[in-house]
DNA sequence: GACTGTGAATAAGTTCACAGCT
DNA sequence: AGCTGTGAACTTATTCACAGTC
């Protein structure tokens, strides 16, 4: 349906263009300009626009973009006007937390089912969210079309866990452990490697360097 | 010190390989070549070769690269031939969790205060770390030489919380609150931005695009 | 007059290709 | 012969600049 390759770095801002047309819509404000956006977000009005014109024409020359209709296209492009549904995989602390952060915050993407090996968190639940098994992956994700999974395993696992979820049809994984998963093509992966993030960021507590306002 | 700017790519990269290094020396290897260490990390061998470059010439040629002496030249340009000491705000499921994790793994970036604003927290401990009234900041933060900060608060005092630690003397900041902070320019400033991770994921998991291997 | 959409220019980062040590 | 260090070519993403529309 759509002709060119959408660059990673675009798909990584449009969420952060639909939190502030959330605000301004909360605001009841209808109009919204790339200017005005650009401030809000802190991009370039024209990274805002060329974003934007990769998926479509929604605005109007001399006016704007209407805050409601370009809200619903983000969710739309973004597939969230559907439920997306994840399951988490490793029942520890930070498994713990996101499904807790997740559950709280969040209606777009939805934590449906846990997985865990340890017999003692198997049956039980988490902020409502039942722990099953690990065998019982690739039942529990066809049955519920789950699209996301999420691993907050042990580094030794997660290559395992990944490609059970793959087999079993997840689309997108997001992982947590410091591990990088080797690149299946058949899904996105995006990792999350906390000890990465702490030890890079020593580089600029400790040295004088300055900088990086990075995502 | 140094003459030309280091690329954030390069320094995020600089963790991997040191990951990469000491598990070598626990297998007891004493060289390696850039090309064995891009089979091992995914990167290319010539980007390897570079990143290590900026900071001198580490390499031998016709040999490769000792271990050991890299594995020292990297923790010293990181910063973590001393303690990195780190402090969280926020003591919620998030923080509570970041903590255990830190305090289990990590010995390079430690956690050593958390600061939060609920008197039921205040004076008590998260995994053996004290947890201080917000007030405390700047006096806790110089007594102790914290460098490094973590905000794991809710968006709304964010901003205000970032404030804070910068003016105490903070050189960095992880923030896991769902806003993008305002880019002083005295602080390094990295966001992980779950809610922004778990939408833009939505994308892939959704949509019949293939696609991004992403830290 | 104001603001979008987009080709052209620029900047940043990665890969190529090879000269230079050991 | 083998592998590093690095200028040059290339690729990708961002910024510039302006024509087009309301």
Redesign the pocket.
């Known amino acids: 349906m759509r002709r060119i390759r959408i660059?990673?770095?675009?798909i990584r801002r449009l969420p952060i263009y639909l939190r502030v047309l959330r605000e301004l819509e909360d605001d009841d404000v209808a109009v919204i300009?790339?200017?005005d956006l650009a401030v809000r977000t802190g991009?370039?009005?024209?990274?805002i626009?060329?974003d934007?014109?990769y998926f479509g024409?929604?605005?109007?020359?001399?006016?704007?973009?209407s805050v409601s209709q370009l809200e619903d296209q983000l969710r739309r492009i973004l597939g969230l006007d559907k439920e997306v549904r994840a399951a988490l995989v490793g029942a520890g602390n930070l498994g713990t937390a996101l499904t807790r952060y997740n559950v709280n915050r969040h209606k777009d993407v939805k934590i449906v089912a846990i997985f865990d090996n340890d017999p003692a968190k198997v049956g039980k639940t988490i902020e409502g969210v039942r722990v099953y098994p690990v065998e019982d992956i690739a039942d529990i994700i066809r049955e519920n079309e789950i699209k996301m999974g999420i691993i907050t395993t042990p580094a030794s696992s997660a290559e395992k866990v990944a490609e059970l979820l793959v087999r079993a049809g997840i689309r997108a994984i997001l992982n947590f452990a410091p591990v990088k998963l080797g690149s299946t093509d058949a899904v996105a992966v995006r990792n999350i490697d906390l000890t990465l993030e702490f030890e890079s960021l020593a580089y600029y507590a400790a040295g004088e360097e300055k900088r990086p306002e990075t995502s």
Not at 57 to 65: L, S
């Open positions: 660059p990673d770095a675009t300009s790339s200017a991009f370039s009005s024209e990274q626009r060329k934007l014109a024409a929604f605005g109007v020359r001399g006016v704007g973009y």
